[in-house]
């Protein structure tokens, strides 16, 4: 029988989706700005767990938006402005055609205004939803904060920009949320921890703004985004002072305020700086107290011991790492790039100066004899002060990835520098290269080849003796065992070597009994292990086959992708390998040329 | 202006090549010195004419003149008109329109243009063969025409049909004086007259008294054009001048002859005339005719005071007093004679109505003064400020939201190539940068996305140069891209893999590979082991049957069958010693001799009789195998019976008791499976259609059942009742072989598409397990009788033993557990092994492979 008046896709999933066209058609919406109350909103297109269905039938690809969030869009109060900016366009366009100039300036006087405050509270509900989602408004606003003024991208936008991310270095700063730094060949990559959530940013190198071809990158959408971020970044910025019991628009000692007047860009970044250096005024007008200790009672919420003391470690190298240059006087020379460094070393409680004759808002003078680095990017300097160390800056990265002060001997003025690592690797997962110079880090008995261990390594050398390379090859071998599942062969083979040679043994001592004794010995059947395991390894390969036909494709990418990272890593160990011995015949040639010199 | 190019023209005059007078000329010359007056001029025409006529017998020229001469003229000319009818007795159609009436009237205003004619007018005297431009009606001309042919040589030409006229004329005299007839087609507007000409005729009859005559006639003034303008010298018409560069001449007369330039005389001419002559620094060269001008002492005095940026009329008076009309002062005595009018002490009305307008728009805020309009931006600039928007941290206020809100995720965070000083491992070698410029067209399938690149120092870090297009990139995804909520595994891939019952638990089984039988020369096709276990047969490719022994791995026996054999079977019933061997076409009963000697006799003397029967063999059946007691050679190798069949026999199987023997020959089509009775010698045909291309058949170990595999399904039948009793799917292409469990409720099904379908008779008629253990075609199965035991065999050369333990409890599935895979022979044409058996009675398995060898494993 057939049931009246019910109809395919009338409920379920083909009724819960709306292609773009019907949305537009429902809201009245022109694309551009459908797309730009997207991007405010927060609104996405939705993938359908079944696309025929969602599509009608159809099973074109198809821009699907939930129908729930078409009608939410419904009900936005900021259509009407857009409808609004409709009119005035209109009414612009009419009054420059007919040169009513006097019309036009009114018009423009007063032209309609976005206001956004509700969207950030609707798109956030907390304060941690915000930070949660800060990563890429705090990415693009700092990439605003760079640009000129183009197309698109108002003055105003770019020195919103600049001022927020400014305030917001200065609430890091000031609750010394920073944790980790990266200088990637992209930026420099921060990752803070505020509440909890950890943020993290980039901040372009300097120079990142070029000019972009129209269908490569659309300045327009990216100044919607941004239009909304900085509404959401000045609420968060707001909060954060308020919780950090600052003043919120934060006074900067800097000269003039610079955020009306078109200054020179250069000025402006050199003061941006400058601000970063100077501690904000809090509202109580005490020194902000010293953080008070943390309890460090534990209570058995966790039911496992071991992950708490972990996290308890954990939170003492954070408290270490609060403090980790206080009391050091630094001094940036001027070839070094301030900003990221001004910002990590007053995050870490050091004080940081400049040259005076170039910049304002320096501190301190070079000729300061409590300097105790000086941070350097050059291969030499003529004038030095015995009293400090004349450091790259990369120390100063390293130095708070790992958490401690590396020693500087490494990172002396022109020296070649060790390899900068990325803190973000994920040591928990499995299958994952870890540099030697990492695991150096992760654990102290692993010494990392360098360049004077080679010296003397080559000496020994000289004496014909292969000791060290071998020595090397097992710790190599050590390091891979201790890497929870790695390849298996690489594993197996030491094993086999060993029962090998254990065979070889017992036979030389059978031929010996055998021709001592006539009465033969029962022996003991021994197993081999390698044997064994190629047993076992057949009857996995057999049981393999029997998984079902449900989990067989899965099984097999998951395998796939096991296996393609066993050989990842397997390639980065050679080409490590091959580095190594290449570097140490060049340090040996270079040797010998020297002894050839020394000697005539 | 008209005084002094008269003058230059009349000067010029003297060097153009003309039929004139030279008299005339000087006539002319001395003219232009007396004055500008039109009558005077009128007059000299006149007395040009009569000189002309002296000389030149009869000739009549008419010379036009304007209307718009002063009134005396006109006066004249009607004054003269008659005489110049009467003397003449001309016919002419001129007409004639005095509008002196007129004239009188403009007179005044007129006066400079009428110089201007004057000018033209003087052209017209100065150049004596000028054509006549009179422009009168077509039927002027005709009359013209009249009026020549039949008498005189008065002639006056039409401007429009010059062509007719300059055929005339050298048909004519050519001392006929052209009357020029300048008109302004201006002039003719300004009176508000539509055509006025005048022509001036002169009679050259009349010698003592020149008389000029001056005609004037209403022409239509589009025939009048603005040939006034045009040099009726030269006709080369309104062109630049420089065309004629390169020529000698500068262009051509009425009469078509060129004029030539004239000479320019050398230097020493020029510096003689600069000495000599005293007007040489007025002497101005006209370009249209390559004349020298005399310029005139008014031009000169207009030229100066052009020059000296004063306005060139000398009569006007700069320097008139000025008249203040409207001052500031406020005079006491009103300038107008009347008072000021009531509304002007009243405010007016619409104004205040404009202010109150404003004012109301002021109070509504509609406009705002400028200091408000600061004030708002200000207020606006503030409004922009930030207040606390989240109460508290982790509270949420009620309100609408996104509706089942996916937050995007994160950005990958960078990895240690991303550095600006990467380990060393990290940095792209050769190889790997030629992948990336390989992938140049589909990036999305580099493992990175960016070439790492190591820097000494932090200075000499450059700027991304793709980094504004990796954060557009990150906002489309953020609001273009579909998303949806995906599960993540976490999990091992270990954990996908059944957890089955270690082998070592499932044992015995054979391991090892513990003997090879050797004696085949080609591949091995079929084998079957005899029911107590001590002897195997086998036959293959090299059409010879051969006993092994098992214990000892020895050929105990061969026998040559004569064709491939592709199948052997041993008789189940152990009462008699008996194999089945199908060779091509011939099913043939051997008995091996082999074994106890008294079953081997007994089986000969069992086969020597052949029973006999009175049936009538079906015609069908008779066609398809006939039945043969083998004899000679064949009887003593063993051969016994010989059944002939019609088309390759590809399997021949024993029912469990021995005395039934089912043949099968795929190509039979509706006769490919035969059942022959040994006991009868006799054979019948169970299927008289064809369900497709049958592959292999069984009987059901314990009860009355056949199973017929055709290329994709296997069909059971109850040969009691005579019926299908179910159709087993088998869902795979094509089957190539099958076993049964020894319990009878189990089939395993070999594909050719390496599977290998394990059914479950009672569960149902889809497979209950599908095995993909080979990585190719199947082409053995076989359980063992006694131990939970399967084998397969397939063209990789692998042997795969499995556990396949069948309940007795119908609830409890079978258990199917592969435990080893053996892998010894060697591959032959692609195949690999051929046929697998267990021992009947220990746990050993046999495999038979293309490699000519037959393998024991224990």
Avoid at chain 2, 35 to 43: A, K, M
Avoid at chain 2, 318 to 346: A, C
């Amino acid at each position: 029988m057939v049931v009246i008046g019910k109809k395919k896709y009338q409920s379920g999933e083909g009724a819960q989706f709306l292609s773009r066209r019907s949305a537009l058609k429902k809201l009245q919406l022109s694309l551009k700005d459908f797309r730009k109350l997207c991007i405010l909103k927060g609104i996405y297109p939705r993938e359908p767990r079944n696309r025929k269905r969602a599509q009608h039938g159809d099973t074109s690809i198809k821009t699907l938006y939930h129908k729930k969030d078409i009608q939410f869009l419904m009900h936005e109060p900021i259509i009407w402005k857009f409808r609004e900016f409709k009119i005035f366009n209109r009414k612009v366009g009419r009054a420059k055609a007919m040169k009513e100039f006097g019309a036009l300036r009114r018009y423009l006087n007063n032209h309609p205004q976005l206001k956004l405050d509700h969207i950030v509270k609707e798109r956030y509900p907390t304060f941690i939803d915000a930070l949660r989602d800060l990563d890429d408004c705090l990415t693009l606003c700092f990439l605003f904060s760079t640009f000129p003024s183009i197309a698109h991208v108002p003055r105003e936008h770019s020195l919103l920009c600049r001022r927020l991310t400014v305030e917001f270095l200065h609430a890091v700063i000031a609750a010394k949320a920073l944790r980790k730094v990266f200088v990637s060949i992209k930026g420099f990559y921060y990752q803070a921890e505020i509440k909890g959530q950890t943020i993290t940013w980039i901040v372009p190198h300097h120079f990142s703004f070029e000019p972009q071809s129209k269908n490569e990158v659309d300045f327009k959408v990216m100044s919607t985004f941004v239009e909304f971020y900085v509404v959401m970044l000045g609420f968060v910025n707001f909060k954060l002072y308020h919780d950090l019991n600052m003043f919120y628009p934060p006074k900067f000692n800097s000269p003039g305020s610079t955020d009306t007047k078109l200054v020179d860009e250069e000025v402006y970044v050199s003061e941006r700086i400058a601000a970063l250096n100077s501690p904000l005024s809090s509202v109580n007008n005490a020194t902000p107290a010293p953080e008070e200790e943390l309890d460090t009672d534990q209570f058995p919420t966790e039911a496992d011991p071991s992950q708490l003391e972990l996290s308890r470690i954990e939170v003492e190298k954070v408290k270490k790492l609060k403090t980790l240059f206080k009391g050091l006087k630094f001094f940036v020379n001027r070839e070094v790039p301030r900003e990221p460094l001004v910002f990590v070393l007053r995050c870490f409680g050091g004080e940081v100066s400049w040259d005076k004759m170039l910049f304002v808002g320096s501190t301190f003078d070079e000729s300061n004899e409590s300097i105790t680095h000086q941070i350097v990017d050059r291969p030499s300097m003529t004038k030095q002060y015995i009293s400090r160390y004349y450091i790259q800056p990369q120390w100063v990265f390293d130095s708070v990835n790992a958490r401690q002060l590396l020693p500087v001997e490494n990172y002396l003025m022109g020296s070649v520098l060790p390899p900068h690592l990325s803190p973000f690797t994920d040591m928990l997962r499995d299958q994952t290269y870890i540099p030697p110079e990492q695991r150096a880090l992760l654990d102290p008995e692993f010494k990392v080849k360098t360049a004077k261990d080679d010296s003397e390594e080559s000496e020994a050398e000289e004496e014909g003796d292969d000791q060290p390379e071998i020595e090397q090859a097992e710790t190599i071998l050590e390091g891979e065992s201790a890497e929870a599942t790695e390849n298996d062969i690489s594993e197996e083979e030491p094993e086999i070597t060993v029962t090998k040679t254990n065979d070889s043994e017992s036979e030389q001592e059978r031929l010996k009994k055998k021709k001592g004794m006539v009465v033969q010995q029962g022996q003991l059947t021994r197993e081999n292990p390698w044997e064994k395991n190629r047993i076992e390894k057949q009857e996995y390969r057999l049981r393999e086959k029997m998984i079902k036909k449900k989990h067989r494709n899965l099984y097999k990418s998951m395998m796939q992708g096991k296996e393609d990272r066993a050989k990842e890593i397997w390639l980065l160990r050679k080409k490590r390998r091959i580095h190594d011995s290449t570097e140490k015949e060049k340090r040996k040639q270079m040797r010998k040329e020297g002894k050839i010199k020394n000697t005539a | 202006m008209g005084a002094p190019k008269k003058a230059g023209k009349r000067k010029q005059d003297p060097i153009i090549p003309n039929k004139s007078n030279k008299e005339e000329e000087r006539v002319e010359n001395v003219e232009e010195l007396e004055d500008d007056d039109d009558l005077d001029e009128n007059s000299d025409l006149g007395s040009e004419d009569f000189l002309a006529t002296d000389q030149l017998d009869e000739d009549d020229d008419s010379t036009d003149d304007e209307v718009e001469g002063n009134n005396d003229v006109v006066d004249s000319d009607t004054e003269n008109d008659p005489i110049v009818f009467g003397s003449d007795n001309d016919d002419e159609e001129l007409e004639f329109e005095s509008d002196s009436e007129e004239y009188e009237k403009d007179d005044d205003s007129v006066n400079e243009e009428e110089e201007d004619e004057e000018d033209s007018e003087a052209e017209s005297d100065g150049s004596v063969n000028s054509k006549d431009k009179f422009s009168s009606e077509s039927g002027n001309e005709q009359s013209e025409e009249e009026v020549r042919q039949p008498k005189t040589n008065n002639k006056s030409l039409v401007k429009s049909n010059k062509e007719s006229n300059g055929s005339n004329k050298p048909a004519r005299n050519v001392n006929k004086k052209v009357v020029k007839l300048s008109d302004h087609s201006e002039k003719n507007l300004d009176y508000g007259v539509k055509q006025n000409k005048s022509s001036i005729v002169n009679s050259g009859r009349n010698t003592s008294d020149p008389a000029v005559e001056k005609l004037t006639s209403n022409v239509d003034e589009y025939e009048q054009d603005s040939s006034d303008e045009e040099d009726i010298r030269n006709t080369i018409g309104n062109i630049p001048l420089q065309w004629y560069n390169e020529y000698p001449h500068i262009g051509y007369d009425w009469d078509g002859k060129k004029i030539l330039k004239p000479e320019k005389g050398d230097q020493l001419d020029n510096f003689l005339k600069r000495m000599e002559d005293p007007d040489f620094w007025r002497t101005v060269k006209d370009p249209m005719t390559g004349q020298d001008v005399v310029l005139s002492e008014a031009d000169i005095e207009l030229i100066t005071r052009i020059q000296k940026q004063k306005i060139p009329d000398a009569q006007f008076d700069e320097y008139t007093p000025w008249v203040e009309w409207f001052t500031s002062e406020v005079m006491k005595t009103p300038l107008r004679k009347f008072p000021e009018h009531k509304r002007s002490f009243l405010p007016s009305k619409s104004e205040a109505k404009k202010v109150s307008k404003l004012v109301h728009a002021l109070k509504m805020g509609w406009i705002k003064s400028t200091v408000e309009m600061e004030k708002e931006k200000q207020k606006n600039k503030e409004n922009k400020d930030f207040y606390m928007l989240w109460q508290s941290d982790d509270q949420a206020e009620e309100m609408r939201r996104i509706h089942k809100h996916i937050p995007a995720p994160k950005r990958h965070l960078p990895g240690h190539a991303e550095s600006y000083n990467p380990p060393p491992e990290y940095l792209f070698d050769k190889k790997e940068m030629k992948e990336w410029n390989k992938l140049k067209s589909t990036p999305w399938k580099r493992k990175l996305h960016f070439i790492p690149q190591k820097f000494n120092s932090l200075r000499e870090v450059p700027a991304y140069s793709r980094y504004i297009k990796e954060r557009f990139q990150r906002c489309l995804d953020l609001y273009l891209c579909p998303r949806a909520l995906k599960m993540r595994l976490t999990i091992d891939p270990a954990s996908l893999v059944p957890q089955l019952p270690s082998p070592q638990d499932l044992q015995p089984f054979p391991t090892t590979m513990s003997m090879v039988f050797k004696g085949h020369t080609d591949m091995i096709r079929s084998f079957t082991a005899e029911a107590k276990g001590q002897y195997i047969a086998s036959g293959g490719d090299d059409m010879t049957l051969k006993i092994w022994e098992i214990a000892t791995g020895r050929c105990v026996k061969t026998v040559p069958c004569g064709g491939i054999i592709r199948s052997v079977a041993w008789c189940p019933n152990q009462a008699i010693s008996l194999i089945a061997v199908a060779a091509d076409q011939k099913v043939l009963l051997i008995n091996p001799g082999v074994g106890d000697h008294l079953i081997t006799s007994k089986t000969d003397q069992l086969l020597e009789i052949i029973p006999q029967s009175d049936v009538i063999v079906n015609e069908r059946v008779r066609t398809a195998v006939q039945w043969e007691q083998a004899e000679g050679e064949n009887w003593r190798n063993g051969i016994r019976v010989i059944l002939n069949h019609f088309k390759v026999v590809k399997q021949v199987t024993w029912h469990a008791r021995g005395d039934y023997l089912a043949t099968v020959m795929p190509d039979g089509q509706n006769r490919s499976v035969l059942i022959n009775q040994l006991s009868k010698r006799r054979s019948q045909l169970p299927f008289s259609k064809s369900k497709g291309l049958v592959q292999c058949v069984l009987f059901h170990p314990i009860r009355p059942f056949l199973f017929v595999a055709t290329q994709r399904n296997v069909r059971i039948y109850d040969l009691v009742k005579q019926e299908m009793v179910k159709k087993l799917l088998s869902n795979s292409m094509w089957i190539s072989t099958m076993a049964i469990h020894p319990g009878g409720d189990n089939i395993l099904v070999g594909t050719y598409d390496r599977k290998m379908l394990w059914f479950d008779l009672d569960l149902s008629t889809k497979p209950y397990q599908t095995l993909r253990l080979h990585g190719t075609a199947v082409r053995g199965v076989a359980f063992h009788k006694r131990y939970p035991l399967f084998a397969s065999g397939a063209d990789d050369k692998g042997l795969i033993v499995s556990h396949g333990m069948v309940y007795n409890d119908l609830l409890q599935n079978p258990l199917i557990v592969p435990l080893k895979r053996l892998c010894n022979h060697e591959t032959y044409n692609d195949f690999g092994i051929l046929d697998v058996m267990f021992h009947p009675i220990q746990p050993w398995l046999f495999s038979a492979g293309a490699d000519a060898t037959i393998r024991l494993y224990t």
